[in-house]
Every structure is written in C-alpha cells, then in structure tokens.
C-alpha cells in the first residue's frame, strides 16, 4: 500500500473550489522532500500538474495550486470546471524501505 | 517534442517473464540529467514506481519489486526495457513508461514529466 494518503474522492459544484490533502510521515514530505501532483483524465496516461511543490508547467491553468506543510501537501482547484473531473495522485520520495518514489493513494474528483 | 511508447505482449502467462520495450522519440535517450522509469497501475488502483534507469546503465528499483525486476537500456535504439519474471495475476496492470526530470540538484525531487500513453498487460492462462 502507499506510504502517501489522500481522500478517496472530492467533489464540488461548477465554479467552487476543492482541496485534495496528501498525508505523509516524516521519511517522505516531512523529510522536506517535494512533492508532485498529477492529473490522470479518464482512459489517459497521468500528466504533470504541478512539481516543486507549488509549480506548475507550462501550460497549466493558474486555478491549480500546490502548497506543502510539515508531512503533508495539498493541491487546490479554483473555479473548478468539468474538465478538471479526473484522477490526482500526488508523488514524492521516500527515504525508507519501502519505496524511492512513491505515489499517493488517489483523489477522484467529481464535478457535480 | 519528446514522446514515449510502450510495445509489448498484451497477455503473459503465470510463472513466465513479463518483457516491455519503450521507444524514445523526438529526442535522444542519453541526455545527460535524465532518468528513465516504469510505473504500473493495476485495474482501478493507483499508481507504482517499478524502477528508473540511467543511459549509462545505473538503475534503481522499488524494493517491493527488486528480486524480479531489470531494467535496460539501448542507446544506439533509443530504447529501454523492463522484464518483469514470475508474474501473478497481480501484476496485471498498464504499464507506463516515462522520463524523470530534474528540477533541482536534489535527485530525490524528480518528477515524471513525460509518460507514454501506456500498454495493458494481463496475465492469465
């Protein structure tokens, strides 16, 4: 299993904000390693949304936002729309046995 | 731009050796600073780190994974391989290929920057 929870699912009503937790311990995020957040649409290969913690790439609409404190992070959507309906794993480094990059569990996020 | 492609058998039998190839294109394998890695997600699960490659041949795998996995490189086919031995119905998944990038001097920050779109693997008799 993950060594990095979120929340099975969010939702949230057109135009409304959701937040997505990832909870780690101290030998992933709160080792002050970074984490990453990916978003997988529907039947598609996961895309890069945010790294660094707070970054997002090119392209990506300033309405996802990443924050990071102590063992855990968050990812923010603002203004959400119904193409943001998808998957989110954060991802980050574990200085542990169990795993060097490690996924989180997974955030199905529904726009009602 | 770069874009990665998974190619493989779609259905391995229990007990044999689940073998993946990933072409790398619009872009050269053996750019220094890059690391290349495979992730699977089984049906409706989340996603797992198989392992990473460098083009000089480094490698590292999830420790989970270590006793059956190895990871290859062939630079002059802009290719790398994953052989995966003694697969269960749990290693049923879709297996991706990707880069892993940079993004500070700490190596332990990479992020998966670009994916292949991903190969499905079912193992049954």
């Known amino acids: 299993q993950s060594v990095l929870t979120q929340p099975p699912s969010v939702s949230g009503a057109p135009g409304q904000r959701v937040t997505i937790s990832c909870t780690g311990s101290s030998s992933n995020i709160g080792a002050g390693y970074d984490v990453h957040w990916y978003q997988q649409l529907p039947g598609t290969a996961p895309k890069l949304l945010i790294y660094g913690n707070s970054n997002r790439p090119s392209g990506v609409p300033d309405r996802f936002s990443g924050s990071k404190s102590g063992t855990s992070a968050s990812l923010a959507i603002t203004g959400l729309q119904a193409e943001d309906e998808a998957d989110y794993y954060c991802?980050?480094?574990?200085?542990?046995?169990?795993?060097?990059?490690?996924f989180g569990t997974g955030t199905k996020v529904t726009v009602l | 731009q770069l874009q990665l492609q998974e190619s493989g058998p779609g259905l391995v039998k229990p007990s044999e050796t689940l073998s993946l190839t990933c072409t790398v294109s619009g872009g050269s394998i053996s750019s220094s600073s890059y690391y290349w890695g495979w992730i699977r997600q089984p049906p409706g699960k989340g996603l797992e780190w198989i392992g990473s490659?460098?083009?000089?041949?480094?490698?590292y795998y999830n420790p989970s994974l270590k006793s059956r996995v190895t990871i290859s490189v062939d630079t002059s086919k802009n290719q790398f391989s994953l052989k995966l031995s003694s697969v269960t119905a749990a290693d049923t998944a879709v297996y991706y290929c990707?880069?892993?990038?940079?993004?500070?001097?700490?190596?332990?920050?990479?992020?998966?920057?670009?994916w292949g779109q991903g190969t499905m693997v079912t193992v049954s008799s």
């Open positions: 490659i460098y083009y000089s041949g480094s490698t």
């Open positions: 990707a880069r892993r990038r940079p993004l500070t001097m700490v190596r332990e920050n990479d992020a998966f920057d670009i």
């Open positions: 991802q980050s480094y574990d200085s542990s046995l169990s795993a060097f990059y490690v």
